[in-house]
């Protein structure tokens, strides 16, 4: 199956300060892509969606100048998480979709811990 | 708000078949069904997916009755790695219907 990647795998930073996260589809051009966010013991909760070359959708109560989501080639999308805080650590994991498919393939997460 | 209802937990012996339900009573006609799972800290995993007809691949069946309110994922001999939490998610074919919404799941165990 198509393969999407994260990176990095783990990251911890101090509060106040922003970190990048990137998704990457190896082997197809991702039209499409999610972001989620999954505390722990919780489900996903889909955070936004941006397709190539557009502003993300972002789901009610995300903050979108919190969460900056580019989408800016069609095997690249980065979510920066800005003024991180401990509320915001938490398990990011990013999905992708080719256009015209009805899979979309997931990566393997990003934990990520603000102290 | 997810439109499925699934078991919290199930437990399964190495070897034996794995049937995990999921009700969707208020699926519509253009829904798909969709089996994701979750190993522990690790990206969800497409599973299978169907509309109406029964659906097999490589890693599992899907039943799905014939008034499309529930379903069923059967992993035919259960190992060990099959340990993970299994989403059953209904989702329209296409357009603005692109999201997944994944409920609270069934955390399936798999016992030696």
């Known amino acids: 199956g198509a393969v999407v990647s994260q990176h990095p795998s783990r990251v911890i930073c101090k509060s106040g300060t922003s970190v990048k996260i990137e998704c990457r589809s190896l082997?197809?051009?991702?039209?499409?892509m999610f972001w989620y966010r999954q505390f722990p013991k919780k489900s996903l909760m889909l955070m936004a969606t941006s397709n190539e070359g557009s502003k993300a959708t972002y789901e009610q109560g995300v903050e979108k100048d919190k969460f900056l989501i580019n989408h800016a080639s069609l095997t690249l999308s980065t979510l920066t998480v800005t003024s991180a805080h401990p509320e915001d650590s938490s398990f990011y994991i990013c999905?992708?979709?080719?256009?015209?498919?009805?899979?979309?393939?997931f990566g393997p997460g990003t934990r990520l811990t603000v102290t | 708000d997810a439109k499925t209802t699934q078991p919290p937990s199930m437990d399964c012996a190495e070897g034996r078949a794995a049937n995990l339900p999921c009700n969707h009573s208020t699926i519509s006609g253009n829904e798909y069904v969709y089996w994701y799972r979750q190993i522990h800290s690790q990206g969800p995993q497409y599973i299978i997916h169907g509309l109406k007809n029964n659906e097999t691949n490589e890693m599992a069946s899907l039943i799905i009755t014939e008034d499309r309110k529930s379903s069923t994922l059967i992993l035919p001999h259960a190992t060990l790695r099959d340990t993970a939490v299994y989403y059953c998610i209904v989702k329209g074919a296409g357009g603005g219907s692109e999201k997944l919404v994944f409920g609270k799941g069934t955390k399936l165990t798999v016992n030696p």
């Open positions: 082997d197809f051009q991702a039209t499409t």
């Open positions: 999905s992708a979709k080719e256009g015209g498919s009805y899979e979309q393939y």
